[in-house]
């Protein structure tokens, strides 16, 4: 059974940046790909970011494009989502997803808090 875990969340600046990481286990997702969302307060989960395994291909959420970047090591088997020049608006937990053969995000880490005060 996948595992995602989450880990870099934290308190941050305004402007400043945070690098998040999730590791897999239990099963890999070369035939697909994985992903960042962010679920706010009293509001939905939205997509921020994704990346196709083997290739290496990236879609973003136009709120955070030129700011954030999504990259995997598929030998550690790990999602990472560098964040830079960051927002109050972007203050959120965060969660990454693995994508499933039917195309939908069927496996689902925990969740790390990211806080940017202004």
């Known amino acids: 059974q996948a595992q995602l875990v989450e880990s870099g969340g934290g308190l941050v600046q305004a402007g400043g940046s945070l690098g998040l990481s999730c590791a897999v286990s239990g099963r890999t997702f070369e035939r697909t790909g994985m992903g960042w969302f962010r679920q706010a307060p009293g509001r939905e989960r939205n997509f921020v970011a994704s990346?196709?395994?083997?290739?290496?291909?990236?879609v973003y959420a136009d709120s955070v494009k030129g700011r954030f970047t999504i990259s995997r090591d598929r030998a550690k088997n790990t999602v990472y989502l560098q964040m830079n020049a960051l927002k109050p608006e972007d203050t959120a937990v965060y969660y990454c997803?693995?994508?499933?053969?039917?195309?939908?995000?069927?496996?689902w880490g925990q969740g790390t808090q990211v806080t940017v005060s202004s």
């Open positions: 990346i196709t395994w083997i290739v290496g291909s990236t």
């Open positions: 997803a693995g994508l499933g053969v039917r195309g939908t995000w069927d496996y």
